[in-house]
């Protein structure tokens, strides 16, 4: 692997970072703050929130079996994805490999920074390789894209080749892990201190259930998470999602209960959905959507779109012809959806695959 200082953009390795009011006294004895032009009514709005969220860190911590010097939060998942282009990639110069299909922010997020995205497309069980992967990259590639189980097909990525990409790789790997609760397979955050090129990512967005609230994670050595602090703007995190995340982390085992629900869920809507007259195939999910190739995906997708029921048709993505992601909702949703399809006009008219 490279150095952290040999992948990190110059601009980037030298800037000195704005010094908020908030970092320069970090003593707990004061009582009177009149360091941060604050209004000192309106309690407690009024005062800027802890730009490091040291108390949310502290809780993950124990959660997540984490040291908090190595976790960064931040306003989503997305957040820390531009952070990895802004801190490694020099616009026009770098590039980053990523699998092919998966999330679409990895390539806005490309766009957006002006570094070329290279695609490298999934076998037909939606698995990659590291080889091809590896034969993809150049010098000037400072990042790769993963993301297990992906979306959109719902599919963990084999360990065994993530851990040989981790190996063989010399810049950094990002392993998207948003929809990780939702699989057997255990967290690469177990793994962390073996890969010092590592960056996970996880999400308060999905099985915490709080998409509202913005708040991503990702998990990487000292160094990286200092970097990404460095970069990032002073109060990221607001006071009320760093509350609304306190109030979650207390609350774990009822999104344990969730999870265990959505998994059942999930095993009973994909046979039910395999039996359809519409459905070719039901991907096998790790997470909390299934991926399914049906008769039409254009046209049940706006039949769906009538009957008041949104899916997203993924039938333009490589190797998702004709397919629909389906996310796992509540019993009655799941049975709404079902039952819909059990009524679409065309089942049993010729098949359009
Ligand atoms: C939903 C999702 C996220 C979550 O993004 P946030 O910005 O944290 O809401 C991240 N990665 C993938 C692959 C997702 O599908």
Redesign the pocket.
């Known amino acids: 692997m490279k150095t952290i200082e040999e992948l990190t953009r110059p601009n980037i390795w030298r800037l000195k970072p704005y010094s908020s009011a908030r970092d320069e006294y970090k003593g707990a004895t004061a009582s009177v703050f009149l360091d941060a032009n604050e209004n000192p009514y309106n309690t407690p709005n009024n005062r800027y929130p802890d730009p490091l969220q040291w108390e949310v860190k502290s809780t993950l911590s124990k959660i997540k079996k984490v040291p908090s010097e190595n976790i960064f939060l931040g306003n989503?998942?997305?957040e820390a994805i531009d952070l990895a282009f802004r801190a490694f990639c020099e616009p026009r110069t770098d590039n980053v490999v990523a699998i092919d299909p998966?999330?679409g922010?990895y390539q806005v997020c490309a766009d957006v920074n002006d570094v070329e995205y290279r695609k490298v497309l999934l076998d037909e069980h939606f698995q990659f390789s590291a080889d091809d992967l590896l034969a993809a990259a150049d010098e000037h590639t400072k990042l790769i894209f993963l993301?297990s189980p992906n979306?959109p097909t719902g599919n963990d990525l084999k360990s065994d080749e993530i851990r040989k990409l981790l190996k063989e790789f010399d810049g950094l790997v990002v392993l998207?892990e948003?929809?990780n609760d939702f699989s057997e397979a255990p967290s690469f955050l177990e793994e962390l201190d073996r890969h010092p090129n590592l960056i996970i990512?996880q999400?308060?967005?999905?099985a915490w259930g709080c998409?509202a609230i913005?708040?991503?994670m990702a998990f990487a050595s000292t160094e990286i998470i200092g970097i990404f602090n460095k970069i990032k703007y002073p109060y990221n995190v607001n006071k009320l999602t760093q509350q609304q995340a306190l109030e979650m982390l207390r609350r774990y085992y009822e999104i344990e209960r969730w999870v265990k629900t959505l998994k059942e869920e999930r095993q009973r809507v994909e046979k039910e959905f395999s039996k359809l007259p519409c459905t070719v195939k039901v991907f096998p999910s790790d997470a909390n959507f299934f991926l399914a190739r049906v008769t039409d995906a254009v046209g049940i997708y706006h039949y769906l779109v009538g009957e008041g029921i949104i899916v997203r048709n993924r039938h333009s993505i490589a190797l998702c012809g004709n397919c629909l992601r389906v996310t796992i909702g509540t019993r009655l949703e799941n049975e709404t959806l079902l039952s819909a399809l059990k009524r679409w006009p065309e089942n049993g008219k010729e098949r359009n695959v």
């Not at 999400?203 to 999905?206: A, E, H, L």
Request: net charge neutral; charged share 20%; hydrophobic share 30%.
């Open positions: 989503g998942s997305d998966t999330y922010m993301c979306n998207d948003a929809y990512l999400t308060f967005s999905k998409a913005r708040l991503g």
